[in-house]
């Protein structure tokens, strides 16, 4: 079952600019992380948010969470063509174990 | 620096022939997983273990069997290949903790079934 769904699908901007994601679930969690993947390779966690928190910042990476709407949003402050990647929002759907991911967002930054 | 290792990037098989796809990690995690990603369904869980010699099913489980005998190790084998098993396998592993924390996947190994 998808827990998480990321949207939009694609998205595509110039370098420079910012790039914003979002996620929606279903259930109840106890947290939800947010990962990317260049093509081809493994996933590389981001970051993560407990349900406890609102808003988190890691570098040019700012993630928030409103529980009551069941949605988070990652936000990439100005991109680099590096950042061009998938990237993916998972969730634990309140398990202890197991993590369930949306079908992920393709960001294409442009030089 | 922490590393999970899948033991081929890429694999060739015949169907009906038996696959092993392995997954080594050095960070003496207790949680590890099988997922496979196609393009338009994400990332689905196919099996998870917790411990030594535990396994819980994940939503896919059909076609797939694990085994986990050693605590770094964790084998995802497909008894009898079908084309419909072509994918990206991936590997994942986590420490045990209150609630599900941070995964470290492995590069991936991309199987195609002819």
């Known amino acids: 079952s998808q827990q998480g769904e990321e949207d939009p699908q694609a998205l595509s901007i110039q370098e420079g600019e910012n790039a914003t994601m979002n996620c929606s679930y279903k259930t109840s969690i106890n947290n939800l992380q947010w990962y990317r993947q260049n093509s081809g390779r493994g996933l590389v966690h981001l970051i993560l948010?407990?349900?406890?928190?609102r808003e988190k910042h890691s570098g040019r990476l700012r993630v928030t969470l409103d529980t009551s709407k069941k949605s988070s949003s990652l936000l990439i402050t100005a991109s680099r063509a590096a950042d061009t990647a998938s990237y993916f929002c998972a969730t634990d759907g309140g398990s202890n174990y197991k993590l369930t991911f949306g079908k992920g967002t393709l960001l294409t930054v442009n030089p | 620096d922490v590393k999970v290792t899948q033991s081929s990037r890429y694999l060739v098989k015949r169907t009906g022939e038996k696959v092993f796809l392995e997954c080594v990690q050095d960070m003496d995690h207790e949680n590890m997983f099988w997922y496979r990603q196609d393009p338009g369904l994400g990332l689905r869980l196919i099996y998870f273990?917790?411990?030594?010699?535990?396994?819980e099913k994940g939503d896919i489980p059909e076609g797939y069997s694990v085994s986990r005998e050693k605590k770094e190790r964790f084998s995802l084998i497909l008894e009898s290949a079908s084309t419909n098993q072509t994918s990206m396998y991936l590997c994942?592993?986590?420490?045990?903790?209150?609630?599900?924390?941070?995964?470290?996947f492995g590069e991936g190994s991309r199987l195609t079934v002819l």
């Open positions: 994942a592993s986590s420490s045990q903790g209150r609630h599900t924390g941070e995964l470290f």
């Open positions: 273990s917790y411990d030594v010699k535990m396994k």
């Open positions: 948010i407990r349900s406890n928190e």
